[in-house]
């Protein structure tokens, strides 16, 4: 079965320490994405990719970086420089950045020990 | 980028009845619409769309109603299940390319 699937479920990060996430589609989406979801919050976007090396900052990009070497990856590393990470993030993709029928995945719960 | 609010933050319906969930956006350049739900734990899963050029859609069991004059969507679903209880996004196309999402109403079907 196609889909999106993001690991770890949950993850711990100690203070200082970078973390990255995993988000692997084999949808054979194009565009890629990355949301962030806190306690009663919309989610807000934090980087998206249109196309293979290729991505672009959305509204909260301090503190993350992504890559997008392979269609199927877009990792998210969660830096030292981002001051509040615990989070529940979400990875999703669709067929291209023009069609906004968004797959996401399963979500990964980080959190600052 | 635009605000997508929502009018209400819970909303609790008994099993059988219809609810409606409201949406309101302040972009008027808005042309694209989605519905999104979300159990708990989970990741959100599509509903419905709507286009800027319509004033309603229909799913199954659910409906969308656009007014482009107020700038107000809502979701409505017939005949609520206890399924239906999830935390419901409206979202909006944004400029570039992705999507701006509402800070969601939770739903709560009771018996």
């Known amino acids: 079965d196609g889909g999106i699937t993001q690991s770890p479920k949950y993850l711990f990060r100690k203070e200082g320490q970078n973390v990255t996430l995993s988000c692997e589609q084999n949808?054979?989406?194009?565009?890629m994405y990355w949301y962030r979801q806190d306690p009663g919050q919309g989610l807000r976007l934090i980087y998206y990719?249109?196309?293979?090396?290729?991505?672009q900052k959305g509204d909260i990009a301090e503190g993350y970086s992504v890559s997008r070497e392979k269609k199927e990856s877009f990792p998210l590393t969660v830096t030292s420089a981002q001051k509040n990470p615990t989070a529940f993030y979400l990875c999703?993709?669709?067929?291209?950045?023009?069609?906004?029928?968004?797959?996401f995945g399963s979500g990964t719960r980080l959190t600052v020990v | 980028g635009e605000s997508v609010g929502l009018h209400l933050p819970t909303l609790s319906v008994q099993e059988g009845d219809n609810s409606i969930i409201n949406c309101a956006y302040s972009n008027s350049a808005s042309d694209y619409f989605i519905w999104y739900k979300q159990e708990s734990g989970k990741g959100p899963q599509f509903i419905i769309d709507?286009?800027?050029?319509?004033d309603k859609r229909q799913g199954q069991r659910v409906t969308v109603l656009l007014n482009k004059t107020v700038k107000h969507l809502s979701l409505q679903i017939a005949a609520t299940q206890p399924g239906d209880s999830a935390v419901y996004f409206c979202?909006?196309?944004?400029?570039?390319?992705?999507?701006?999402f509402g800070k969601g109403t939770s739903l709560l079907v009771t018996p």
């Open positions: 709507i286009r800027s050029n319509m």
């Open positions: 999703a993709s669709s067929i291209d950045s023009g069609n906004y029928g968004y797959t």
């Open positions: 949808l054979n989406h194009d565009a």
């Open positions: 979202a909006e196309k944004r400029s570039g390319y992705a999507l701006n």
């Open positions: 990719s249109q196309i293979v090396n290729d991505f």
